[in-house]
């Protein structure tokens, strides 16, 4: 029954990520400190009524191009300000990631109908994929554009004649969706054009004449915004979208201490159940030199990338998300036609082992910042169990395999939503101190943040004006005896008692506790032992 219904794609896709969206709303609010931090500068440029320039607490901010924000400011025009339109955002680039996928599977191989079936399901229930799907990062918009690039591409390779007008436009919207972090994943394709076609005979000056011009075209787009934006915000802030978006961030990026094979070992559970599942790697083991032109634009697409996303040491598993299409066109293009029969048993492990770790946990020593996941029922531990006997049942061709590990995967994500990420979520929920600090501010009072601010409270508490962002010692002290009616946010370690302190409000935070404390009271704080981390 399920290999009938979802040939219906695009209403079960929809159906899916409306489910998932269904338990993200239900078991968290936003996360700090990225998720916080964006939805911050989009509501400061909303109350600046300043479109050009992003700003975070006050100051320009230039570690991120706007269009995030732009669109999150284009819901909040229809609808006004408000929590739910910022969170569907990333469903919807995900649906139409998957149209994009699904018509690249149709160009590349028409005489496969198969690929243009499985791909997008592949990709849809790939566990980061799934995760970002419902979340508010730049990764994720970065690969509508990526995925778009590669479309257009294709249809250049075809002789259309709009296809490098097309890539200039992804190129420059994935520039102003996370600046120059769009060339990796497009040029080399690009460039590699004549291995992935296997032209002999192709015009190929005519080719790198027209990308070289789309390249020009698509800067050209980004420069729009980024011309005017430069010389609005000044000129640290224009130095640090012109330079400290391309030299300073890798010089930055080499700092950082990842081994290069850092992603290797988390690729199975990235790209979990795909990675996996034996049937899939028995099909990639039968790769011969006489691969067709889709894959090995795949190829192209994939390796050049990760590669050299693992050579730089500043690494994050999301940075990998803008080449998990490739993957999945590549899967889909493998099990196509395979009609060999057999067991997912390696992906069914995995669940179940998901689901004895969920029934243990009650009876292990947690972390202090963990310990709420001890109140997991014993059903969601069972409901894996169940999961990972349904699908080790299952027998069949890769085709009728495909749709049951997808349906599984989805199911144990909406499962880890609500059983795993809820319990841990009020300690990431910063509404509560955040209405608290509004009302502060509601009555003049002075407030500050004594270390790093990532403005956090701002969009939750709808601040109207920036927190004072104070270091520890001295400047702390000369400011607090500045401002005797002013109020301070600290933090300390879980469990430290500080009701001898007179704090105004407490909450978790993120494995510590946040604090507000009247002036006087955080002087004294400062001069006893009892010091804020």
């Given at each position: 029954m399920i290999s009938r219904l979802w040939q219906r794609d695009p209403l079960l896709w929809a159906f899916w990520l409306t489910l998932l969206a269904i338990a993200a709303f239900a078991s968290r609010s936003y996360i700090p400190i990225d998720e916080t931090r964006y939805l911050s500068v989009a509501w400061e440029m909303w109350l600046r009524g300043d479109f050009l320039v992003p700003f975070k607490n006050g100051e320009p901010y230039s570690h991120k191009p706007p269009l995030l924000f732009w669109l999150m400011h284009a819901g909040w025009l229809i609808t006004g300000v408000n929590e739910w339109w910022p969170r569907l955002i990333s469903p919807l680039l995900t649906l139409a990631t998957l149209f994009m996928v699904r018509r690249i599977a149709t160009l590349l191989w028409p005489n496969l109908p198969q690929v243009a079936r499985l791909s997008p399901w592949i990709l849809l229930s790939s566990f980061l994929w799934t995760l970002y799907?419902?979340?508010?990062?730049?990764?994720?918009?970065?690969?509508?554009?990526v995925v778009l690039g590669i479309l257009a591409?294709?249809?250049a390779s075809r002789g259309q004649r709009l296809a490098w007008g097309l890539f200039a436009v992804a190129l420059g919207l994935g520039v102003l969706a996370k600046g120059p972090a769009v060339l990796p994943h497009l040029l080399p394709p690009a460039l590699l054009a004549p291995w992935w076609l296997g032209r002999g005979g192709g015009n190929w000056k005519q080719w790198y004449g027209r990308l070289f011009l789309a390249v020009l075209a698509g800067t050209a787009l980004a420069?729009?915004?980024?011309?005017p934006a430069g010389l609005s915000g000044g000129e640290a802030y224009r130095n640090a979208i012109f330079w400290g978006q391309t030299a300073n961030r890798m010089v930055q990026s080499f700092a950082h201490n990842r081994p290069f094979w850092w992603y290797l070992p988390l690729l199975p559970l990235l790209l979990y159940p795909w990675l996996l599942w034996p049937t899939l790697w028995r099909r990639v083991a039968g790769i011969n030199l006489e691969m067709d032109a889709g894959q090995r634009l795949m190829l192209a697409w994939m390796l050049p990338s990760f590669l050299a996303f693992s050579l730089v040491s500043g690494k994050q598993v999301h940075y990998l998300l803008p080449e998990f299409p490739a993957f999945a066109l590549l899967a889909g293009r493998l099990l196509a036609n395979d009609r060999n029969s057999s067991r997912p048993w390696l992906p069914a492990l995995a669940l179940a082992a998901v689901g004895i770790l969920m029934l243990l946990l009650p009876y292990l020593k947690l972390p202090e910042n963990s310990k709420a996941l001890a109140q997991v029922p014993a059903w969601g531990g069972c409901a894996f169990l169940a999961l990972s006997a349904w699908l080790a049942l299952q027998r069949g061709t890769p085709e009728r395999i495909t749709a049951r590990l997808a349906t599984t995967s989805l199911m144990a994500m909406m499962l880890v939503y609500l059983l795993l990420i809820r319990p841990l979520?009020?300690?990431?929920?910063?509404?509560?101190?955040?209405?608290?600090?509004?009302?502060l501010q509601t009555q003049g009072r002075p407030i500050a943040n004594v270390g790093e601010y990532h403005a956090q409270f701002q969009f939750a508490g709808r601040l109207r004006q920036p927190l004072r962002e104070l270091r520890q010692g001295q400047e702390s002290s000369d400011w607090l005896k500045a401002n005797p009616d002013g109020v301070v946010v600290l933090y300390f370690p879980m469990k430290t008692d500080l009701t001898a302190y007179h704090p105004l409000f407490t909450q978790a935070y993120r494995g510590e506790t946040a604090a507000l404390f009247n002036a006087g009271e955080a002087l004294a704080l400062l001069a006893l032992s009892v010091q804020p981390e």
């Open positions: 799907s419902q979340g508010i990062m730049f990764d994720l918009l970065l690969a509508v554009w591409l294709v249809l420069l729009l915004w980024a011309i979520s009020p300690a990431y929920d910063v509404r509560p101190i955040s209405r608290v600090i509004a009302v």
